[in-house]
């Protein structure tokens, strides 16, 4: 039973840290373009000139 008041806390801190970080994820725009990494993977780049 003593090893709860130090589990909890822990817990909670993770789950902090967890959201902290998903938050952050948002503001600096991780998820605003969804489907442009769909097209990347598609293209293979031959439309570029040769150098």
């Known amino acids: 039973m003593n090893v709860l ?3 909890i806390p ?3 801190a993770m789950g902090g840290l967890g ?3 998903f938050l952050w994820s ?3 725009g991780q998820y605003d373009d969804l489907e442009g990494s769909s097209w990347r993977v598609l293209d293979d ?3 570029r000139p040769e150098a």
Do not use: E, R
């Open 10 to 12: 822990i817990a909670l």
């Open 45 to 47: 780049g031959d439309d």
């Open 19 to 21: 959201l902290a970080t």
């Open 5 to 7: 008041i130090y589990l």
């Open 26 to 28: 948002l503001k600096s």
